[in-house]
């Protein structure tokens, strides 16, 4: 073997060793490199999911609407991108690229928000400290005025009851046909209520209405139908309605209920009531 035919052998090793180190070196680095991008990737999920966590925390922490509207948005725009990042191949640099830089902005844009929504909340804890001593002193001055209008309303109450009627001196008289008084029940053609408006100075006077009510036995009321008042709220059927010109002075006034229905036999109740108050009451009974 010549010289010259040595030497191209050995050039060709060299070439060949050196082409072979080469590769070797590359395929190492590319091996690093896709590591390094995996845990590049993995490393960016980690963040948008911890992007994502924060923004429903966020949304916890506020009562605003809008605001959590806009959190909303940002949130689900973040999962878009974690979706993206997701189906990325670790060996597609330009696009883990784009995705990295995405998440910058994300993180930027969160971090706006956080010192919003904390300077809100301490906002929120001076105006709520503001408001409670707002509340305390409107309670104070609340208390003050129920407390007078609790003695005005006493005070109204004990004038209002030293001026209604009342009457006294109530008998009833139940008429036969003859106009004598039987206790027959069979026989009774009329029934005479007689009764005193008693004197009251306090009293207005003027023209008063009067409401008789007479209840038999099981409680059903003589009415002669669609003749009611109001008490208390509720409409009541009354028996006889009498007009009085009420002077201040005592009065003295009778009704009378014409019989026309079948009477039981047992124990009656009158009830008498003027301006809205029951003002006297009597029982009598029939056999």
Known sequence: MNKKLIIIIVLLLVIVGGLTYFSFQQHNENKEMAQLFALDKQEMENEYNSFATQYDELQVQINNDSLKQKLES??????????????????????????????????AVLR??????????????????????????????????????QEKKNLNQKVTLA????????????????????????NVKK??????????????????????RIAKPDNDILSNGNSTFTYENRSL???????????????????????????????????????????????????
Not at 77 to 106: G, H, M, P, W
Not at 165 to 182: F, P, Q
Not at 191 to 212: P, Q
């Open 237 to 287: 059927d009354y028996s006889i309605k009498k007009y009085i010109e009420y002077t201040g002075e005592e009065q003295n006034v009778t009704v009378y209920w014409d019989v026309q229905e079948y009477l039981p036999a047992g124990t009656y109740n009158v009830y008498i009531f003027a301006e809205g108050n029951m003002i006297g009451q009597k029982s009598f009974s029939l056999k």
């Open 163 to 186: 001026a209604q009627l009342d009457a006294t001196n109530i008998s009833i008289s139940a008429k036969n046909k003859r106009g004598k008084e039987t206790d027959k029940v069979s």
């Open 191 to 212: 029934l005479a209520i007689s009764f005193s408006i008693v004197k009251n100075i306090t009293a207005e006077t003027g023209e008063r209405t009067l409401y008789i």
């Open 74 to 107: 940002e949130k689900l725009k973040t999962q878009r991108l974690l979706e993206e990042l997701r189906q990325v191949k670790t060996t597609d640099a330009a696009e883990i690229a784009r995705l990295k830089k995405e998440l910058k902005t994300v993180r």
């Open 112 to 149: 706006t928000y956080i010192i919003q929504i904390d300077s809100l909340n301490r906002l929120n804890e001076v105006l709520t400290n503001e408001n409670k001593e707002v509340k305390m002193k409107y309670s104070e001055a609340t208390s003050q005025i129920n407390s007078l209008s």
